[in-house]
């Protein structure tokens, strides 16, 4: 038997982006293997990675688009039907109502050529302003704080394997020995200092864990620059030379003296003291920031808070130093790139600048005064479908909001609202159960296209395997409904070479640039971080080695204040509720959930609960909780967590139905991000059966 040769590609999961090689097997399966040559996993692979081919041949896998009937059965049918219906529903509601009737959800594990004419699509073949996607839901508020204090956000501005020579890694919200496992051979030569109101896997491996009250981490920002300041421990030379805004930003951390930050936080003064001291005695060091101190009402200003401590100690653009973000989703960079923002165009342009609105439409070759302006961010959005001013119908490519979104029972119920509910997914996901129509779409292994991971740097994603007879790309999708909305077919090309030759073009002069990157070069194995304007430019490993990307090269400090979470514990919902992920699954968790040994390891909702506590409300280890806040209830199975604060429990979000974490989770919005309060609501637990 002569060798099926391997196909070198990325897992399908977080904005790691692990290399890999597939190896086709009989039925349309798939052996993987970590690549030993990618630096960013350097032959390692977690739990998720290894066992990502299950999914290809999922016993459900959608093999052929579904529409619901008069029954309210989902049935199976042709694909011109299913296309031709939508079409025509959409072509309705657009005439009875307009085009914002029309809304559009993405997802930050598309593809770039997803991403991108998925955007299009919405602004020209259907003239809706309503497009966002969930990244919103992911690092919508580091990205806010990284452009604000910048002038451009990369997650990552330097790669991964710089971390690898750090001597100090501070680490806020961030749980890489769990969310990312291949990262901890990075970080292993540094003393992290762990900021989590949980005692994680991460925490566990630092030289200091500090344990703030959910939602205190900008106090707790504030407090550590406080102490810089009075302990001289500022870049003065660096600030002077670099930055614009210290002493505004001085003034509000003034007022954070430790005692008082002890008193909000909950953090002893010689924990922050310790802190500082880490942070700025070290040569090398880096700040980053994750998901529990950016999804928060006030989550921009939380990520600003931290950039203020690296810019006061003189980290970002220093060789072997920084502030980074650790963006999650598999295209969560990529993502937030190409257009499906509510208020960007490609190339990471705003929508509202009128040369941004020029250079697209030009590209498009459609008058810049036919796009529409900016929309509803996610929650908002959502938030809005069927009621009278809002979308009547709304297309869903890459994303399970009914369990991902915050608030999911309202979501639910506004998703059930709507005319028209249509979505393209591979596996039926709780979202695409309640469509009306389903479109089976092709996965990760069976398609070609890039990705850009957490350091913006663009991958080539290669198809391994023919897809299941039946299928369709979302690009074949995407144009088989331009089309029949009257769009020229080459307007909306299938071929992903093809649209990213346009993407390129887009993007050229724009924030994020790809116009020099190609498939050709990156299948040549070059390592592109974009920017790269230019076929002959070597890409961009490391930003702001000499300027930033304001016009004036300054990095901004941000004059930020801290102010309580939406909602705080006390009356009939005494204790903290916060959600995260369990390290056997991944987002919504409708992939991960069908992979025996992930759903072996994770079968079902949990609730981490101190013993104490669990005590005090009549619930032992393994006992059904009931989990209750202002906005519903859920059902979790109890785990005791001796290490957790005894004011806080601990849901992850992966799971459906009653096990939903989301069910109780707020739907306060950051005011400059969109990014909702995921990290901080008000709940009572009790044993399942209570009244
Ligand atoms: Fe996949 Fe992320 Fe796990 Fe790497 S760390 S194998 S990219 S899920």
């Known amino acids: 038997m002569p060798e099926v040769p391997e196909v070198p590609t990325h897992c399908p999961y977080c904005a790691l982006q692990c290399g890999t090689r597939l190896a086709p097997r009989d039925g349309g399966a798939a052996g993987v293997r970590p690549s030993p040559d990618f630096p960013v996993n350097q032959g390692g692979l977690c739990q ?77 073949a259907l003239g809706t302003s309503q497009i966002d996607y969930n990244g919103r839901f992911c690092m919508s508020s580091a990205a806010t704080a990284g452009n604000a204090a910048f002038g451009v956000d990369r997650g990552l501005p330097f790669p991964v394997t710089d971390l690898g020579d750090a001597d100090v890694i501070l680490l806020a919200g961030a ?179 009128p040369a941004a609105r020029e250079h697209v439409a030009g590209v498009w070759g459609v008058p810049a005064d036919s796009l529409p302006g900016p929309g509803r961010g996610a929650y908002e959005l959502l938030d809005a479908l069927g009621t009278p001013d809002g979308p009547k119908a709304l297309l869903v490519f890459g994303s399970n909001p009914a369990v991902s979104a915050p608030r999911a029972g309202h979501v639910s119920e506004r998703l059930a609202a709507l005319d028209l509910l249509v979505v393209a997914d591979f596996v039926p996901s709780e979202t695409a159960r309640t469509a009306d129509v389903v479109l089976p779409v092709t996965q990760w292994a069976e398609e070609e296209g890039t990705m850009t991971n957490l350091e913006g740097r663009v991958l080539r994603r290669r198809r391994a395997l023919p897809p299941p007879t039946g299928v369709r790309t979302d690009l074949e999708v995407l144009q088989g409904l331009a089309v029949r909305l009257g769009q020229p077919a080459d307007r909306f090309p299938s071929a992903p070479r093809t649209v990213f030759e346009e993407l390129r073009r887009a993007s050229r002069g724009g924030r994020a640039d790809y116009a020099g990157i190609s498939y ?57 509720a916060t959600t995260g992920r369990s390290p056997a699954h991944y987002q919504s968790g409708a992939q991960t959930r069908r992979v025996p040994e992930l759903t072996a390891a994770a079968p079902e909702a949990y609730v981490e609960i101190h013993p104490d506590t669990a005590r005090r409300a009549g619930l032992d280890e393994g006992a059904l909780a009931r989990i209750s806040s202002a906005r519903g209830s859920t059902l979790a199975r109890v785990r005791l967590v001796g290490t957790l604060r005894t004011d806080t429990v601990f849901l992850p979000f992966h799971f459906p139905a009653e096990g939903r974490a989301n069910l109780l989770t707020s739907d306060a919005l950051d005011p400059r991000s969109g990014m909702p309060e995921f990290k901080v609501c008000a709940v009572r637990v009790e044993p399942c059966g209570t009244p």
Request: hydrophobic letters at 40%; aromatic letters at 6%; one cysteine or more.
């Open 520 to 576: 050709d070069r990156l299948d040549a194995g070059e390592a592109l971080h974009w920017p790269c304007p230019a076929e002959e430019h070597p890409g961009t490993p490391r930003l702001f080695l000499d300027r930033f990307a304001h016009p004036d090269g300054r990095a901004r400090f941000a004059a930020v204040e801290h102010r309580d979470a939406a909602e705080s514990p006390g009356g009939r919902f005494p204790l903290y």
């Open 175 to 353: 749980n890489p020995a769990d969310t990312m496992p291949p990262l901890m051979r990075h970080l292993g030569r540094a003393a992290l200092v762990v900021i989590d109101p949980r005692r994680t896997a991460t925490a566990e491996r630092a030289a200091l864990h500090l344990q703030p009250a959910p939602g205190t981490d900008l106090a707790l920002a504030l407090g550590l620059l406080h102490l810089a300041v009075v302990e001289g421990l500022v870049d003065t030379a660096y600030v002077a030379a670099r930055t614009a805004g210290f002493d505004a930003a001085r003034q509000r951390a003034m007022a954070w003296w430790p005692e008082r930050v002890e008193r909000v936080t909950g953090v002893p003064v010689a924990e922050l003291r310790e802190a500082v001291a880490l942070l700025a005695g070290a040569g090398r060091a880096y700040v980053l920031t994750g998901r529990g101190a950016e999804q928060h009402s006030k989550g921009t200003d939380t990520a600003a808070a931290f950039v203020n401590l690296a810019l006061a100690l003189g980290l970002p653009g220093r060789p072997g130093s920084g502030y980074g973000c650790l963006t999650g989703q598999g295209n969560g960079q990529g993502g937030r790139e190409h257009g499906q923002k509510a208020d960007q165009l490609p190339g990471y342009r705003m929508i509202t600048d």
């Open 48 to 124: 998720k990675g290894w066992t990502a081919p299950t999914v290809l041949t999922t016993p459900d896998r959608l093999t052929t688009p579904l529409v619901r009937d008069a029954a309210g059965t989902l049935v199976p049918t042709g694909w011109d039907t299913a296309l031709d219906l939508v079409a025509e529903r959409l072509r309705a509601l657009r005439d009875a109502y307009g085009p914002d009737a029309v809304g559009v959800f993405g997802g930050g594990g598309l593809t770039n050529e997803k991403a991108y004419l998925l955007g299009k699509f919405a602004r020209v």
